[in-house]
């Protein structure tokens, strides 16, 4: 027999696998010694009162076998001798388009500028350590892409559900925690990340397809309109069936390699500002009522949104990536340039919490930069970054400002300790932030110390900049097929191309392109 029940407990209980069962056990009038297994199937918190709740479901088998957890199963065919195809980044994207390509008897050619997880650690400790940023390898090019060392949170909006199961259980599957397939906001957790990353690699090559590391795509092989392959930096023509582009928001010269190209391509909104951290413990204070949040509950995130004005013109502020317990590391892809990004450990177990805080920036703002064309966006981006570095020392130390000294428009005489290892400089923001940011970061923050009580404080502080929450540019493609409109055999993919914002929808961008390509070219050369 099996029962699908649905729970309202206490953190303790909820969280604790020996109170929990006791709890299921009793509810059901099971004795014992009768066979019963428990499958959580749902859990989220409910932190609106100052009891906190857990909402938990999960199916009850008595006395019957119990159904496999994964409905997928990691078992792939060898496509070594099948046609091929190419794909350009090897981020969430590109790895579960190379998947789905073997999936459907194709062998992808994966091409990475970056090195694989291990070797890439190496250029991680240099950025932080040395100050010294490789352009092909950092926090944002390398094997499982930006999220492999700079996060791990696989929550989405998407509404498709059976396709963001199929993603979760393909991680699970290559060693990510089954709490995934449960919690309301997934985490792996970037300690845990490459091993997954890892696991990916070895099930690609192990069934036929290819993975080449520092390999630069420098220009397309195109002909008739199609798209038929690449070029490398080493001088290597490669072609396939077609080419799925996947290669991130950060990979700026691709998008000018398109436009030298006259590859249509467009800028697009995106959001830009800083990354705000406060204690772990005032976070938690906060959302969970209470001054120490016990043993059982998760550290605490939040999620804050306000409209602001510029000049007459109101546009949207708001928190973005938030990582409890986390870190704020140092994502510069070239340089002379500071950018900022966050990242959270498994356990969430860091002493601070930082999120990005940006503001919505549109054509309005990149207009002096409009003789670019589509790249004007992009350009927008390097000013602030580059900025930045020139104002905070030109080294990877970045600039930063307390809260209440930068909404009253202070410099700040000390800064507070920080989970940024590369240091801290104080700084007046506003020097480095246009106005149509800094006014409404400001007016933002009021808001925000208003929705959340002790929010905007001196006892937390501001980090810059934070300017890559998005692609600044979108390759466009039909709806339908997923092709570019103006070039065939291209399917632009996941972040880069902006259609994807995060692992999991990345990870289903790259699954549908995958499956698109296979579609309209397999069996035609």
Same mark, same amino acid.
């Given at each position: 027999?099996?029962?699908?029940?649905?729970?309202?407990?206490?953190?303790?209980?909820?969280?604790?696998?020996?109170?929990?069962?006791?709890?299921?056990?009793?509810?059901?009038?099971?004795?014992?010694?009768?066979?019963?297994?428990?499958?959580?199937?749902?859990?989220?918190?409910?932190?609106?009162?100052?009891?906190?709740? +857990? @909402?938990?479901?999960?199916?009850?088998?008595?006395? !019957?076998?119990?159904?496999?957890?994964? *409905?997928?199963? /990691?078992? =792939? #065919?060898?496509?070594?001798?099948?046609?091929?195809?190419?794909?350009?980044?090897?981020?969430?994207?590109?790895?579960?388009?190379?998947?789905?390509?073997?999936?459907?008897?194709?062998?992808?050619?994966?091409?990475?500028?970056?090195?694989?997880?291990?070797?890439?650690?190496?250029?991680?400790?240099?950025?932080?350590?040395?100050?010294? +940023? @490789?352009?092909?390898?950092?926090?944002?090019?390398? !094997?499982?892409?930006?999220?492999?060392? *700079?996060?791990? /949170?696989? =929550? #989405?909006?998407?509404?498709?559900?059976?396709?963001?199961?199929?993603?979760?259980?393909?991680?699970?599957?290559?060693?990510a925690t089954s709490e995934i397939l449960v919690d309301a906001h997934?985490?792996?957790?970037?300690?845990?990340?490459?091993?997954?990353?890892?696991?990916?690699?070895?099930?690609?090559?192990?069934?036929?397809?290819?993975?080449?590391?520092?390999?630069?795509?420098?220009?397309?092989?195109?002909?008739?309109?199609?798209?038929?392959?690449?070029?490398?930096?080493?001088?290597?023509?490669?072609?396939?069936?077609?080419?799925?582009?996947?290669?991130?928001?950060?990979?700026?010269?691709?998008?000018?390699?398109?436009?030298?190209?006259?590859?249509?391509?467009?800028?697009?909104?995106?959001?830009?500002?800083?990354?705000?951290?406060?204690?772990?413990?005032?976070?938690?204070?906060?959302?969970?009522?209470?001054?120490?949040?016990?043993?059982?509950?998760?550290?605490?995130?939040?999620?804050?949104?306000?409209?602001?004005?510029?000049?007459?013109?109101?546009?949207?502020?708001?928190?973005?990536?938030?990582?409890?317990?986390?870190?704020?590391?140092?994502?510069?892809?070239?340089?002379?340039?500071?950018?900022?990004?966050?990242?959270?450990?498994?356990?969430?177990?860091?002493?601070?919490?930082?999120?990005?805080?940006?503001?919505?920036?549109?054509?309005?703002?990149?207009?002096?930069?409009?003789?670019?064309?589509?790249?004007?966006?992009?350009?927008?981006?390097?000013?602030?970054?580059?900025?930045?570095?020139?104002?905070?020392?030109?080294?990877?130390?970045?600039?930063?400002?307390?809260?209440?000294?930068?909404?009253?428009?202070?410099?700040?005489?000390?800064?507070?300790?920080?989970?940024?290892?590369?240091?801290?400089?104080?700084?007046?923001?506003?020097?480095?932030?246009?106005?149509?940011?800094?006014?409404?970061?400001?007016?933002?923050?009021?808001?925000?110390?208003?929705?959340?009580?002790?929010?905007?404080?001196?006892?937390?502080?501001?980090?810059?900049?934070?300017?890559?929450?998005?692609?600044?540019?979108?390759?466009?493609?039909?709806?339908?097929?997923?092709?570019?409109?103006?070039i065939k055999r291209l399917f632009p993919c996941g972040e880069g191309?902006?259609?994807?914002?995060?692992?999991?929808?990345?990870?289903?961008?790259?699954?549908?392109?995958?499956?698109?390509?296979?579609?309209?070219?397999?069996?035609?050369?």
């Open positions: 027999m099996k029962k699908t029940l649905e729970w309202v407990l206490p953190p303790e209980v909820a969280y604790d696998d020996i109170r929990f069962e006791q709890e299921v056990r009793n509810q059901l009038h099971l004795t014992p010694d009768t066979p019963a297994f428990i499958r959580k199937i749902r859990r989220s918190i409910d932190a609106r009162s100052r009891q906190i709740k +857990v @909402n938990l479901a999960a199916d009850v088998y008595i006395n !019957e076998p119990v159904p496999p957890l994964l *409905s997928f199963e /990691k078992s =792939y #065919t060898d496509v070594s001798k099948k046609d091929q195809a190419v794909i350009v980044g090897f981020g969430p994207a590109g790895m579960f388009a190379a998947l789905r390509l073997i999936e459907m008897g194709i062998k992808p050619i994966v091409l990475e500028r970056g090195k694989d997880v291990r070797n890439r650690r190496r250029d991680l400790a240099a950025i932080t350590k040395d100050h010294v +940023v @490789n352009p092909d390898s950092n926090y944002c090019f390398g !094997e499982g892409g930006a999220g492999t060392y *700079s996060d791990g /949170k696989l =929550y #989405t909006r998407s509404k498709k559900r059976g396709d963001v199961r199929r993603i979760l259980e393909i991680l699970v599957a290559h060693g997934p985490h792996i957790g970037t300690n845990k990340l490459p091993q997954v990353v890892t696991a990916i690699r070895e099930s690609i090559l192990e069934a036929g397809g290819e993975i080449r590391f520092d390999t630069k795509v420098t220009d397309f092989i195109l002909k008739n309109g199609e798209m038929r392959g690449v070029v490398t930096h080493h001088g290597e023509k490669i072609e396939g069936l077609g080419v799925i582009l996947a290669t991130g928001h950060s990979a700026r010269d691709i998008f000018e390699l398109l436009h030298t190209r006259n590859i249509l391509i467009e800028a697009k909104p995106f959001a830009m500002g800083v990354r705000v951290e406060h204690q772990q413990q005032f976070i938690d204070s906060v959302q969970y009522h209470c001054a120490v949040r016990g043993n059982y509950l998760p550290a605490a995130s939040y999620s804050l949104v306000a409209q602001a004005r510029y000049k007459g013109v109101e546009k949207g502020v708001f928190s973005f990536c938030m990582c409890p317990g986390g870190y704020i590391v140092p994502a510069a892809t070239a340089p002379g340039e500071i950018v900022v990004n966050g990242m959270s450990p498994s356990r969430r177990d860091g002493q601070f919490a930082n999120s990005g805080m940006v503001v919505s920036v549109d054509e309005a703002d990149w207009k002096p930069y409009e003789k670019l064309g589509p790249l004007a966006g992009l350009q927008i981006q390097k000013v602030l970054e580059q900025t930045a570095f020139q104002l905070a020392g030109q080294t990877q130390t970045a600039p930063a400002q307390r809260l209440q000294d930068y909404v009253n428009g202070k410099i700040s005489s000390s800064l507070l300790p920080t989970s940024y290892q590369p240091g801290l400089v104080s700084v007046d923001m506003t020097t480095i932030l246009p106005p149509s940011i800094a006014v409404r970061l400001r007016e933002g923050l009021k808001v925000f110390g208003k929705q959340m009580k002790g929010y905007l404080t001196n006892e937390a502080q501001m980090v810059g900049v934070e300017s890559r929450t998005s692609s600044p540019v979108r390759i466009p493609r039909d709806k339908e097929t997923l092709e570019h409109p103006q191309a902006g259609y994807a914002g995060g692992i999991v929808s990345a990870a289903m961008d790259g699954e549908r392109c995958a499956e698109q390509l296979v579609a309209h070219y397999q069996n035609k050369k």
